[in-house]
C-alpha cells in the first residue's frame, strides 16, 4: 500500500496545480461526488460551511452534526442534500449517539472531515477532567472516528480529513501534563499541543488504515477572514500578537495577508478529493499542496518535525485510548 508519512519520508509539496489563492470551487471542478457520502463537524459556519457547499454542490450528501441545531438550519438553508443531527463535541455520549444512528443507517462514509475546532478561549475543562481545547480539537476527532470506522472501511475508498492548524507549532505534545493540572494553562500552549496531537493521529491512522482503503489527512487552513474561531479572545492577546492596535482595529498588513473562505476551504477539499492523492496519506498540507518540514525556530511555513514523529504518534495513540475510554482496533 505504499510508504507511510513516518518522520515526514513523504512531507515535500508535488505538483499539485493549486496554490494558496486556489479556492475550493477551483479545487472540486470536475469532480463528481454523486452517491457519496460525507460528514463534516463545525459544517455551518465558516471553512466548515464552505466546505459543505462545495461537496454538496458535487453531489455529496453532507452530513452535518451541528451543536446549536437552531443555527445550523439557519446557515444551511437552501443547500440540497444536507441532513443535520444533533452532537456536542464537548460530550462524548453525544458523539457516541450521533455515531450509533449513522452506523444504523448501514452507510458506507467516504468522507469524514474533521473541521470543527475552538482557540483562544480560557481554562475550561469536559465533565471527565480533559481541557477544552484537546478535548474538542483533538480527542472529539479521535472517538468519532474510532466510533465510524466501520462505515469508513465499508467505503472501499475513503478519506479522514482532519483540520489542523499552523498553530501546531505553538507547542510539541506534553505526554507529562496534558491537561495542565502541574503547570500554568496558557491558551496558545494548550491549542498548540491539541493541533500537534491532530497531526500525529492523521500519522498513526493512514499508516493503520491504509490497508483498508482509508487514507488520512491534517492540514492548515490558513489564517482567514470572516470565521468564529477568535470569538473569545480578548483584544489585549490580539494586540499582543501584533493582529490590531490598541482600539481593536486590525493591521492593513495582518488584513492583506487573510485568506478569504472559499480560499481557506480549498485545502480540505483537495485533501478531500484530490486524485493525486490516491496513493499517498498521512500527511499535512497547506496552500492547497503537501506542506515543506518546518525545520526554522520559528513559527513558519510547513509542519514541525515533532508532528510526525513515529514514537510519538504510536504513544499519542495509547494515550488516546486510555483518556477516551474506547479501544481503536484498526481491523
Not at 290 to 308: F, H, N
Not at 313 to 323: C, I, M, N, P, Q
Amino acid at each position: 500500500m505504499g510508504q507511510t508519512n513516518y518522520n515526514g519520508a513523504l512531507q515535500h509539496p508535488i505538483d499539485s496545480d493549486f496554490n494558496a489563492k486556489s479556492t475550493s470551487a477551483e479545487v472540486i471542478k470536475g469532480i463528481d461526488l454523486t452517491g457519496k457520502t460525507a460528514v463534516v463537524t463545525g459544517g455551518n459556519t465558516g471553512i466548515g460551511l464552505e466546505t459543505v457547499k462545495t461537496l454538496a454542490k458535487a453531489g455529496a450528501t453532507v452530513v452535518v452534526p451541528a451543536r446549536d441545531i437552531e443555527k445550523a438550519q439557519k446557515n444551511l438553508q437552501g443547500i440540497a442534500n444536507v441532513e443535520i443531527v444533533e452532537m456536542d463535541l464537548m460530550n462524548p455520549k453525544s458523539i457516541d449517539i450521533f455515531a450509533g444512528n449513522f452506523l444504523a443507517s448501514e452507510r458506507p462514509l467516504h468522507l469524514l472531515i474533521n473541521n470543527a475546532g475552538i482557540m483562544w478561549v480560557p481554562l475550561r475543562r469536559d465533565n471527565r477532567g480533559i481541557e477544552s481545547q484537546l478535548a474538542v480539537n483533538y480527542l472529539a476527532q479521535f472517538q468519532l472516528t474510532a466510533k465510524l470506522w466501520t462505515a469508513l472501511k465499508k467505503a472501499n475508498g475513503a478519506r479522514v480529513i482532519n483540520v489542523s492548524s499552523q498553530g501546531h507549532q505553538f507547542a510539541p505534545f506534553n505526554f507529562e501534563d496534558p491537561n495542565f493540572e502541574h503547570r500554568e494553562y496558557e491558551t496558545l500552549q494548550a491549542y498548540g499541543q491539541s493541533k500537534t496531537a491532530v497531526n500525529l493521529f492523521s500519522l498513526e491512522l493512514d499508516g493503520r488504515a491504509k490497508e483498508f482503503g482509508v487514507r488520512a489527512y491534517s492540514l492548515h487552513p490558513g489564517s482567514i477572514a470572516g470565521t468564529e474561531l477568535g470569538r473569545e479572545a480578548p483584544l489585549e492577546l490580539f494586540i499582543k500578537m501584533g493582529f490590531c492596535d490598541e482600539k481593536g482595529n486590525m493591521l492593513p498588513e495582518v488584513t492583506a495577508s487573510l485568506k478569504t473562505i472559499p480560499q481557506g476551504a480549498s485545502t480540505t477539499i483537495w485533501c478531500a478529493t484530490s486524485p493525486q492523492l490516491n496513493n499517498i496519506g498521512g500527511v499535512y498540507c497547506e496552500d492547497t499542496n503537501i506542506a515543506e518540514l518546518a525545520l526554522s525556530p520559528d513559527v513558519s511555513a510547513g509542519v514541525k518535525p515533532y508532528s510526525l514523529d513515529e514514537t510519538n504518534a504510536k504513544r499519542l495513540w495509547l494515550l488516546s485510548e486510555t483518556l477516551t475510554g474506547i479501544t481503536f482496533n484498526v481491523i
